[in-house]
């Protein structure tokens, strides 16, 4: 039982190392990325989740059906102090997906910078051992096979 539990705090411990050597100063820019997936998920919920009452004002051409999210988009409405029409629910679907590209815009260039400096560093950091190794060592490397 102990060396089970000592086997798992040991793979946890190299999971850590291993992201705290990949992750090398983009602690940051990952929590963004945390933050952006959690926005962009809630604006696609949002927008898709209005398509219910736009559907309800086009089919019963009246200002939203009975359903939870048609009378809490009703509220919204009346808090703006506008009147619940198509053309502000269609606003607000598209205004929600366009918010949803956005930051999935943003999520994939932060994305890509954090694999582009891993993978630069990386490089460097085998050019240099390379070019630092030893000849003998080299001499034992075997190369195409």
């Known amino acids: ?3 089970y539990h000592s086997m798992i705090f040991g793979k946890v ?3 850590i190392n291993f992201l705290k050597r990949i992750l090398e100063g983009n ?8 933050i952006l997936g959690f926005f962009s ?3 696609e919920s949002l927008g898709i989740t209005i ?4 559907l309800s004002i ?3 051409k009246n200002s939203g059906g009975n359903d939870a999210i048609s009378r809490y988009l009703k509220l919204f409405f009346d808090f703006l102090h506008i ?3 198509l053309k502000w629910v269609l606003v607000i679907m598209v205004f929600a997906f366009i918010l949803k590209a956005l930051s999935f815009m943003l999520f994939s260039y932060i994305g890509t910078k954090i694999t582009y400096g891993s993978e630069h560093r990386m490089r460097v950091k085998i050019f240099k051992k390379t070019v630092n190794a030893t000849w003998p060592f080299l001499l034992k ?3 195409g096979h």
């Open 1 to 3: 039982m102990i060396h």
């Open 13 to 15: 411990a190299t999971i």
């Open 27 to 34: 602690w940051l820019r990952v929590f963004i990325l945390v």
């Open 41 to 43: 998920g809630l604006f």
């Open 51 to 54: 398509v219910i009452p736009f």
């Open 58 to 60: 086009i089919i019963n």
């Open 83 to 85: 009147e619940m029409r």
């Open 141 to 143: 490397q075997k190369i």
